[in-house]
Every structure is written in C-alpha cells, then in structure tokens.
T-cell receptor, first 113, second 111 residues
Framework: AQKVTQAQTEISVVEKEDVTLDCVYETRDTTYYLFWYKQPPSGELVFLIRRNSFDEQNEISGRYSWNFQKSTSSFNFTITASQVVDSAVYFCALAGANSKLTFGKGITLSVRP | SQTIHQWPATLVQPVGSPLSLECTVEGTSNPNLYWYRQAAGRGLQLLFYSVGIGQISSEVPQNLSASRPQDRQFILSSKKLLLSDSGFYLC??????????FGPGTRLTVL
C-alpha cells in the first residue's frame, strides 16, 4: 500500500521568510513518481513538480526548490523569500506502479505581510 | 494548449435530488479522465477514472456513478443525493497515466 504523510498541518510565516514543507512517503514499488500541487483559495489544484524515483537531483525553479532523498523517503519543498501569494494548501502526492495518485492531507501555508 | 472545464462552479441541492456534474477537456485526444472528491478537512479521494469512451473504473462504492459519452467529456451523476455527498469535486486529465492536471472544481452543498 502507498502512503503519503504531511505531518505539518498548518504553517504561518511572515513575508520574506523561508519555509519548508515536509513530505514523507511509503511505497514498495521501485519505480514511482512524486508530485507537489498547490491549491489556492480558489480551489483549483495547480501542478508544481513531478519527480521520478530514479532522479534524486534537487530542483530549483525561481523561489521554489525541492529536495528528494530516497534514503529517508522524503520529498521536501522549500519556498525562499515567501510572499503573500504563496498562501495556499500544498499537497504532496505519490504515483506507483498502478499509476494512481495517493495524496497527503495537505499543509495550509499562511504568509502574513 | 490543453484546458479543462467544469460546471457548474457551485451547486446547492436538496437531499434526494439527482446530480449531474460535467467535465470537458480541450486540446488533447484520448486523455485519461478522473473524478476526485475533497471533503471538508481537505483529503482528496479518487472516485472514478476512465481510460477511454465508455470505460469507467470505480474506486469507492458509493452513491455516485460516472460516464464518458465522448472522448473528452466526463460526467459524474447521482440519482439521489445524500448529505454526505457534499464536498468539492475535482476533475482531472492526463496523457495515459502521466501527470494529472486539474479543473477548477465544483462545490456541491447538499441540504
């Protein structure tokens, strides 16, 4: 069975602070994919990144960066110099051999001006 | 580019009434299509997925059904709504089982 754990439920930071959202996953599949989605107040899930299990390189996209570590089964997401527009619910998700997405429960990030 | 539409955006229905939510995708052919429900407290639950016209897989036995009458159209239905059907319904598409892209969602309140 697959499982995604996002232990943090709510995080509140002041604008310009860095913030890291944690994601820990469980799977028996050797090939799998990890995702992060953002859900702003409007409700639509916005795709941020996909990583496959064979690519442990960290990725940076502007103020966003992702740290994938198979040794600890973690796929953490860092926002540098956070902005009010980053306020949203962030979901980590896993797709294994059956290709179905398993989502974590999400982390509500509030960035205060 | 591909776009995904859902309607209506919001819906308030009485218990026992029927339901029809529609999802359409533009800009791609033969997509995989998915229906998710997000109840209060935010967990996302996969309800149905479809790999082609008329092909529906149900993930959770419940009061809902899905149909795919056309390649890029996915419909979620119920004959009689329950209070527990309230939630935020999201449609998604993917190329085969690649990354899923989500629509704007329908917020359903059953009273």
């Amino acid at each position: 069975a697959q499982k995604v754990t996002q232990a943090q439920t709510e995080i509140s930071v002041v604008e310009k602070e860095d913030v890291t959202l944690d994601c820990v996953y469980e799977t028996r599949d050797t090939t799998y994919y990890l995702f992060w989605y953002k859900q702003p107040p409007s409700g639509e899930l916005v795709f941020l990144i996909r990583r496959n299990s064979f690519d442990e390189q960290n990725e940076i996209s502007g103020r966003y960066s992702w740290n994938f570590q198979k040794s600890t089964s973690s796929f953490n997401f860092t926002i540098t110099a956070s902005q009010v527009v980053d306020s949203a619910v962030y979901f980590c998700a896993l797709a294994g051999a059956n290709s179905k997405l398993t989502f974590g429960k999400g982390i509500t990030l509030s960035v205060r001006p | 580019s591909q776009t995904i539409h859902q309607w209506p955006a919001t819906l308030v229905q009485p218990v026992g009434s029927p339901l029809s939510l529609e999802c359409t995708v533009e800009g791609t052919s033969n997509p995989n299509l998915y229906w998710y429900r997000q109840a209060a407290g935010r967990g996302l639950q996969l309800l149905f997925y479809s790999v082609g016209i008329g092909q529906i897989s149900s993930e959770v036995p419940q009061n809902l059904s899905a149909s795919r009458p056309q390649d890029r159209q996915f419909i979620l239905s119920s004959k009689k709504l329950l209070l527990s059907d309230s939630g935020f319904y999201l449609c998604a598409w993917s190329v085969q089982f690649d990354t899923q892209y989500f629509g704007p969602g329908t917020r359903l309140t059953v009273l």
